[in-house]
């Protein structure tokens, strides 16, 4: 299969929990779904499965590494590489809106556009959560 095909599958996949939790966020669908591990062992599998062919495929850059820009940006030289990257970007920022709903239950559609956040850009969501939090969470209820 070509990475653009990969590329596609992968991002529609988590599409439908990104959907439910922002437009539904109380509902007992999205509730059960913030509570599973499914979503993340599946994204989980799909990003050890393409770091594994990446590796295999051409085995690391020259020069690749996580220790400076240069080594990461050779990290990233092929599609297969960047397809890794982004199945890794998709689970992550999943489990941080996983963590937001579990985090402030009670908060229902006040956390849809923050959940919205997340998904365009993981950590920006995070930090406009973790700076709303006290807002969100019920008076007297203990941070996790």
Same mark, same amino acid.
């Given at each position: 299969?070509?990475?653009?095909?990969?590329?596609?599958?992968?991002?529609?996949?988590?599409?439908?929990?990104?959907?439910?939790?922002?437009?539904?966020?109380?509902?007992?669908?999205?509730?059960?779904?913030?509570?599973?591990?499914?979503?993340?062992?599946?994204?989980?599998?799909?990003?050890?499965?393409?770091?594994?062919?990446?590796?295999?495929?051409?085995?690391?850059?020259?020069?690749?590494?996580?220790?400076?820009?240069?080594?990461?940006?050779?990290?990233?030289?092929?599609?297969? +590489?960047?397809?890794? +990257?982004?199945?890794?970007?998709?689970?992550?920022?999943?489990?941080?809106?996983?963590?937001?709903?579990?985090?402030?239950?009670?908060?229902?559609?006040?956390?849809?556009?923050?959940?919205?956040?997340?998904?365009?850009?993981?950590?920006?969501?995070?930090?406009?959560?973790?700076?709303?939090?006290?807002?969100?969470?019920?008076? +007297?209820?203990?941070?996790?």
């Amino acid at each position: 299969m070509e990475p653009e095909t990969i590329f596609t599958i992968l991002n529609l996949l988590p599409l439908p929990v990104w959907l439910l939790w922002i437009a539904a966020p109380r509902s007992r669908p999205a509730r059960a779904l913030a509570h599973s591990l499914w979503p993340f062992v599946g994204l989980g599998a799909i990003y050890a499965a393409l770091l594994a062919y990446a590796l295999a495929a051409g085995g690391p850059a020259e020069g690749s590494s996580f220790t400076s820009l240069a080594g990461v940006m050779a990290l990233f030289a092929s599609p297969w +590489g960047v397809l890794a +990257g982004w199945a890794h970007y998709l689970c992550l920022d999943l489990f941080v809106a996983r963590w937001i709903l579990r985090d402030a239950p009670e908060a229902g559609y006040r956390l849809s556009p923050i959940l919205t956040l997340t998904l365009m850009a993981g950590p920006a969501g995070l930090l406009l959560y973790l700076a709303l939090r006290r807002w969100l969470r019920p008076a +007297g209820e203990p941070a996790c």
